[in-house]
């Protein structure tokens, strides 16, 4: 059977933003232990003393949250240049048999030109594509008998390239959204190769997003 700090620390570890506000001194002990209370009696099936629980949460090491963040200050610190781009649109549409031909043939009508910004993110069900404002015309004209599930207009993206060891290193991604998610950005989509993750949200959030990476970066 489980113990008390067992229970807790399980309860703990599965939100990382209590373990980190514990850490970060900005969670009150005593509520949380009364918050968790049932739910440590519910896993260990009798009544239990929120002082228990406060002793429980008081001896949860940080440890991993230090070694965690030691190694993402690291990576931020060795990353590339953000690269931001505005004036997107975004487009998502329901997958068909005809759907990836006419992507095909898109790409081909778009060519190579750098000055366009063009990703697609294909899932089970639907695929995004993320566009520069100017191509609208062009994927309206080749998608027109699509199903269009969802689109967007007046967006940017942030792209931050990362170093070969971000492959290594777990939470990369949860350190880099939790900080807008703290600052209450809706991030619209969330585009990741190997060492790229681009960020897209509404062109009137993109000056906060950067400056919020530029100082995780630099702090």
């Known amino acids: 059977m489980k113990t008390i700090q067992q229970a807790v ?11 980190e506000a ?11 232990a009364r918050i968790i209370k049932p739910e440590v009696e519910k896993m260990l099936k009798k009544d239990i003393k929120e002082g228990a629980i406060m002793m429980a949460i008081n001896r949860i090491s940080p440890s ?12 931020a610190l060795s990353s ?9 649109c975004d487009y998502t549409y329901k997958n068909t048999n005809t759907l990836v031909p006419k992507i ?13 910004f063009f990703t697609i993110s294909q899932g089970v069900f639907e695929t995004s594509i993320v566009i520069s404002k100017k191509l609208v015309g062009k994927i309206e004209n080749f ?12 967006l940017a993206s942030l792209t931050i390239k990362l170093p070969k060891s971000n492959i290594e290193q777990s939470g990369i991604y949860y350190f880099i959204l939790k900080q807008l998610a703290w600052a209450n950005i809706p991030v619209q989509e969330v585009i990741s190769t190997t060492h790229e993750i681009t960020i897209v949200v509404k062109e009137t959030d993109i ?3 950067f400056a919020i990476l530029m100082d995780m970066k630099l702090s």
């Open 9 to 19: 620390t399980d309860i703990i570890n599965k939100t990382p933003f209590i373990e």
């Open 22 to 32: 514990l850490y970060d001194k900005l969670i009150n002990v005593s509520s949380l």
């Open 64 to 75: 991993s949250v230090l070694k965690i963040r030691k190694n993402i200050r690291k990576i």
């Open 80 to 88: 590339g240049d953000f690269i931001m781009r505005s004036d997107l």
């Open 104 to 116: 095909t043939k898109l790409l081909n009508d778009i060519g190579s030109n750098s000055d366009n």
């Open 143 to 154: 998608f027109k008998d699509e199903t269009v599930l969802w689109s967007a207009t007046n």
């Open 207 to 209: 000056k906060e997003t």
